[in-house]
């Protein structure tokens, strides 16, 4: 999202105190001419202020004064850093390529000089000022700023660099936000952060410090620093701009209306789906995965294409469902108010039986919403999606999984084989070690069938227990 170049010579500035520094009018009158006109005519930026730093130079060459070339010294380095942040800013190559040349020095040993001259005259009052200007150093240079630090030329290059991250789309922009700000959720996690991972999560509060640093430039430049208000036009640009930004970051938490289906797998995490619909044994509910916007003050606030995780839509079966797979009528009707081009994930909690879930995505088929991926959750709580395509025959190119109440039944080509449930110190369970040994052996897709007796969660178990972001099909007969 770049920002449209303002021409040098069209920034207003009016002379700033941060550049001219403490001194009084009794200070002024004692001081040269020479010195005096210069600080008066290096601000506004512009192209005066190319020949003022060749000015400075000149005089702090001949002055016998030390205070006087330590002032002189100052000014140049600071507007030549300020110059140098305009120019990175506007990605305006040209200026950078005449500032070097004034400093006589070439472009990659610029930020030497300037860090040298600038660490010349660090003393006393100035010493915030410059240690700002030292930072900014650092980003113009490639090298990653302390972003902890509090100036106008932080502030300035923080936005710049909160834009230039959101020119990347997709998972490569919520990368490249990330990279600017800590976790906000380190000790507690409250919304709108909390649905988000630890990604998402920073990518918000960069954006949100990016309308802090732009309402701090405005504030500085009301104080008469000069970069700030070089700066002031493309601060009411970026405010605009930022207001229209939106974030769909990675969703690994859907609220509290029902738990997902555990699984030990190993699966890949996949794509936030656009909407999860769960199954529980009464009803289903369907929540749209959350967004994140910002209003004109950079609060963030979430926003979706339909009802939000915390209050889902919600729809309870008229009937006890019975074990004949056929469209559910209300859940039909659910799922027709469902966007065209929403992806839709399907879930189960735990004591929802097999038949119940394949109703379930029978009736997403009959209201011409397809079923994406199926869902399920990790130990630590993290939704974890797998897509799926459904079939109602046996591919023959597949690994065949059969979940029955006793195990599985594995099918390779001719081959057949029977895993039994194993005891363990719980109980017993269906073994899904010797079942993800045996699928990453075949070295085909997978297809899973159960009885429709059987808990769903044995399903999702099985789905998830080959470590594959592949889709698997469901074969529903």
């Given amino acids: 999202m770049p920002r449209p170049p303002i021409p040098l010579l069209l920034v207003p500035l009016a002379l700033a105190a941060s550049v001219a520094g403490p001194s009084s009018v009794a200070q002024a009158q004692l001081e040269p001419p020479a010195l005096v006109d210069a600080r008066t005519s290096l601000t506004p930026y512009g192209e005066r202020t190319l020949i003022v730093l060749d000015e400075l130079d000149a005089f702090a060459e001949r002055t016998t004064r030390s205070a006087h070339r330590r002032e002189a010294r100052y000014l140049r380095a600071m507007a030549a850093t300020d110059l140098a942040v305009i120019a990175h800013r506007h990605e305006d190559a040209p200026l950078l390529q005449r500032l070097a040349e004034t400093m006589a020095a070439p472009p990659s040993g610029l930020r030497a000089l300037l860090e040298r001259e600038l660490r010349a005259v660090r003393v006393g009052h ?77 990518a918000i509060a960069s954006v949100e410090e990016a309308f802090g640093a732009l309402e701090r430039l405005g504030a500085h430049s009301g104080l008469g620093d000069p970069l700030a208000r070089a700066l002031a036009d493309d601060v009411l640009i970026d405010r605009v701009a930022l207001v229209g930004v939106e974030l769909a970051p990675r969703v690994t938490s859907w609220g509290p209306s029902g738990e997902l289906t555990r699984v030990a797998g190993e699966a890949e995490t996949g794509e936030t789906p656009g909407a999860l619909l769960r199954v529980s044994a009464t009803g289903v509910s369907l929540a749209y995965a959350p967004r994140v916007s910002f209003d004109r003050s950079g609060r963030p606030r979430l926003v979706g294409a339909g009802p939000l995780p915390d209050a889902p839509a919600r729809v309870d079966f008229p009937e006890e469902p019975r074990p004949f797979i056929r469209p559910i009528d209300e859940v039909v009707a659910l799922l027709r108010s469902v966007p065209e081009g929403v992806t839709l994930a399907v879930g189960a909690t735990a004591e929802v039986p097999t038949h119940l879930l394949y109703r379930v995505i029978e009736s997403a088929q009959a209201a011409d919403v397809p079923v994406d991926a199926i869902a399920a959750v990790s130990a630590d709580g993290r939704l974890r999606t797998r897509p799926l395509e459904v079939r109602h025959e046996w591919p023959e190119s597949h690994v065949k999984v059969f979940v029955r109440l006793g195990g599985y039944t594995v099918s390779v080509g001719r081959h057949r084989m029977e895993l039994a449930r194993r005891r363990t110190d719980t109980g017993w369970e269906h073994d899904t070690a010797r079942l993800r040994q045996t699928v990453a052996g075949a070295d085909r897709p997978l297809a899973l069938r159960a009885m429709w007796a059987a808990p769903a969660s044995l399903v999702l178990e099985a789905a998830f227990a080959e470590a594959a972001s592949e889709p698997f099909a469901v074969v529903i007969r």
């Fill in 126 to 202: 100035l010493r915030a000022q410059i240690d700002d200007a030292l930072n900014a150093l650092r980003v113009l240079d490639g090298e990653s700023p302390d972003w902890s630090r509090a100036g106008a030329r932080r502030d300035a290059l923080f936005a710049d660099a909160v834009f230039r991250a959101l020119r990347a789309e997709g998972v490569e922009r919520l990368r490249a936000l990330a990279e600017l700000a800590p976790d906000p959720c380190r000790s507690r996690c409250t919304a709108p952060y909390a649905p988000f991972d630890s990604v998402g999560r920073r």
